[in-house]
């Protein structure tokens, strides 16, 4: 038996051993917080800058940048433009102007679209209007206040020469569009009509009734059907780009020079040469599968770009748009968008008590029901300047803290009213159905609710992506001839876009920005003759796209494309959605990456290959959607502040609205492929504002 003294000096051992590891433990987590912020500051140290001088900015005042850009740019002359093609890929508002312009210019164009006809690509379903400084109003609009508030809507986080370049043109678009034959609203006295969109004191927006992207890709359209009449353009409708060619030339320096594109009725895969790739392929909104994008947007043309070099910035700037109808069910496939020119009449609000927004979600009593002092029109109340008509993310992120706090509208409790009695009482029925007629009959349709008798339902929903392949301010990849426009391309709108931006960035890129910055790439390949698309690179991209698709038709799982991809949207949704944290985001990677190894082992693709395929469609595009998914998350959780669409929770001010750090992410946040599961690099340039000065995005006052 023990005696007593031992049985002390081995309680004493054993306390001292516990006390002996808990120190070691200590020792061991400091030491392990040492070397993670000595790596973080190393990999900071160690990450690759890109320079104005890399960016192609030019030198000199704001307002002169473009103008001396374009006095100096090289050109290529009437005789070589014949000898030289360009295939642009999309035929948006951002693919059908370029291809136009540059085949009027003279170039031989080679148009690509996955739909049946360049008209029913996504461009068309744009709503609301289209920007410009012209000041017809009278309000006060110039090109600087154009830049300012695109900008500030931006959040701070976009190019201050490519902002104020889009202003310049903005209004030149205006006027190719009239000339076109665009039937903009006009008013009594025959001049262009304007309404307010958000973000802006002024009324700067061009519309056509709801249709606005409609009309002016019909006005786009015919200038590119006139250039394919004269046999300028050659249109491949029905045709999906797969992969980009890359061709080294005599100093080794890789270089677009075509793509592999699967004819989407007979399965064949095919390869076509140019001088100069193009893509405007637009938003990858879609990777959250329920989106107000259309049912065919997709990232996979950006994803091809990514592989093969070029840049991807931002990725997590994604818009979320505060005015669509709220999601109905678990079968649904598309989210619809209501315009934000509602938002010109129609005033937001939600129920001041619970108990009313509890029966308003037990479906006793509507909105019409609850009396005027008892409704909290939210936006109004918190931001008196700028009242329903707030930027989106601050728009969306109002409606979700009201959700968040209960007071919901319907029976999901993720819904805020819409409401325009007001407006019906000011102006009349006759004059609201004038301006917004189809818009109304649109919600009818979906909800069955007549919104000139109950206020309109709306919630958030995924809308557009700022994020997107990097681009100088040529609009040219870090890819020596590939080029990125519209939508898919990252420039101009920062962290947030203002609405009616993103037709005016479109068509600004296509009409008037890459027509001239294409030559000075061009001014240099004139001694480049057509290549043969039997080149040993030509047959390495294709058989690499053919081995995909081979290895995607012999999985023969047991989910559907769509089961897959509505399961990364949830993650998306849920992780790297309206509100981020970095613990969310750690967790959503894994999720992502466990989705990926779904797909690749499990995914049932019917049919053949060579031919009709929707469902290989899709897979091809949820493959890089997954991809996306991921580095958006990443780029998120790099990201530690919030800035517009960007929202990490562990950075707001105490009233809930975005805090910056300027002081660490003034940056372009840009990514860079390392290899198929390697984390990808980052590369950061620096957003260094010599002309507007950064302050916190204030619409209160
Ligand atoms: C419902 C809705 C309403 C909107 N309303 C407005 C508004 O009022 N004002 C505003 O400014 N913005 C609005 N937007 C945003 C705006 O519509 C888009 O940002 C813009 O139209 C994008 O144009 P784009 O030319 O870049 O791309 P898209 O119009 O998306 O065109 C992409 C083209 O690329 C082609 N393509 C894609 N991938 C491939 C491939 N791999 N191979 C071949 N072809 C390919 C497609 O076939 C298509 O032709 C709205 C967006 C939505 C969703």
Request: proline letters at 3%.
């Amino acid at each position: 038996m023990a005696t007593k003294k031992e049985e002390l000096k081995e309680a004493a051992v054993k306390a001292a051993k516990k006390v002996a590891v808990k120190a070691a433990k200590a020792a061991v987590e400091a030491a392990e917080v040492v070397v993670e912020k000595a790596a973080k500051a190393m990999k900071e140290a160690a990450t690759p800058v890109i320079t104005p001088e890399m960016a192609k900015i030019p030198a000199g005042p704001l307002e002169l940048k473009w103008t001396n850009y374009k006095n100096h740019q090289k050109l290529v002359n009437p005789a070589n433009k014949r000898r030289l093609d360009i295939i642009v890929v999309g035929t948006g508002l951002a693919g059908a102007s370029a291809a136009a312009s540059l085949a009027e210019m003279g170039f031989n164009v080679l148009n690509f679209c996955i739909q049946d006809s360049p008209r029913r690509a996504h461009s068309i379903a744009a709503q609301g209007g289209i920007n410009a400084a012209k000041n017809y109003q009278n309000d006060g609009d110039s090109v600087y206040r154009l830049y300012y508030d695109t900008i500030k809507g931006g959040d701070y986080r976009a190019r201050e020469a490519n902002v104020y370049r889009l202003a310049e043109v903005s209004n030149n678009i205006i006027d190719q569009c009239v000339a076109q034959g665009v039937p903009f609203a006009r008013e009594y006295g025959g001049l262009l009509d304007n309404r307010s969109f958000g973000g802006a004191q002024v009324s700067r927006t061009f519309y056509a009734k709801g249709q606005t992207g409609q009309q002016l890709l019909l006005g786009a359209y015919s200038a590119l059907s006139r250039q394919i009449g004269k046999g300028k353009v050659k249109m491949y409708t029905r045709y999906e780009m797969l992969d980009i060619v890359l061709v080294k030339d005599e100093n080794g320096e890789q270089r677009a020079r075509g793509i592999i594109a699967r004819n989407l009725v007979t399965g064949r895969i095919e390869r076509f040469f140019a001088h100069a790739v193009v893509v405007g392929s637009g938003g990858y909104g879609n990777t959250f599968f329920l989106s107000t994008n259309a049912m065919a947007s997709n990232g996979s043309a950006a994803m091809q770009m990514y592989r093969h070099g070029a840049l991807f910035a931002n990725p997590c700037y994604a818009q979320i748009h505060p005015t669509c109808i709220p999601k109905h069910g678990d079968f649904q496939s598309k989210l619809t968008l209501m315009s934000e020119s509602l938002r010109n009449d129609g005033r937001i609000w939600v129920p001041k008590k619970l108990e009313d927004a509890k029966r308003l979600q037990a479906g006793e009593i509507k909105g019409r029901d609850i009396p005027e002092e008892d409704r909290d029109y939210y936006l109004e109340r918190r931001y008196p300047a700028f009242g329903n008509l707030v930027p989106r993310d601050v728009a969306s992120r109002a409606a979700k803290e009201r959700c968040d706090k209960g007071y919901g509208v319907n029976n999901t409790g993720l819904a805020v009213f819409l409401d325009f009695s007001d407006a019906i009482q000011r102006l009349g029925k006759d004059v609201v159905a004038q301006k917004y007629g189809n818009l109304f009959q649109m919600y009818e349709k979906i909800v069955d609710e007549n919104p000139y008798e109950n206020p309109m339902m709306i919630f958030p929903a995924i809308h557009y992506t700022m994020g997107g392949i990097w681009v100088d301010y040529e609009l040219q990849t870090t890819v020596k001839g590939l080029f990125c426009i519209g939508e898919a391309n990252f420039s101009d709108h920062g962290a947030n876009r203002l609405g009616a931006s993103a037709l005016m960035q479109g068509l600004a890129d296509g009409y008037f920005v890459l027509p001239y910055t294409i030559q000075n790439y061009l001014s240099d390949q004139i001694g480049v003759p057509r290549m043969s698309t039997d080149l040993p690179e030509f047959a390495e991209a294709e058989k690499a796209v053919q081995d995909k698709i081979d290895r995607l038709m012999a999985i023969k799982g047991n989910r559907s494309v769509d089961s897959i991809h509505k399961e990364l949207g949830l993650i998306m949704w849920d992780f790297v959605g309206m509100g981020r944290t970095a613990e969310g985001l750690k967790e959503g990677i894994k999720k992502i990456d466990a989705i990926k190894k779904e797909f690749w082992t499990n995914v049932y693709i019917p049919g053949e290959a060579n031919s009709l395929n929707n469902e290989l469609e899709k897979a091809l595009r949820l493959a890089d959607f997954i991809e996306i998914g991921r580095l958006m998350a990443v780029d998120a959780l790099h990201r530690e502040e919030s800035c517009g669409g960007h929202f990490r929770e562990e950075y707001q001010t105490p009233e809930g609205e975005a805090l910056r750090q300027d002081d660490k992410f003034a940056y372009v946040g840009c990514w860079k492929y390392m290899g198929e599961d390697q984390e990808p690099q980052l590369i950061k340039e620096p957003l260094d504002y010599e002309f507007t000065e950064r302050k916190t995005r204030n619409y209160k006052n």
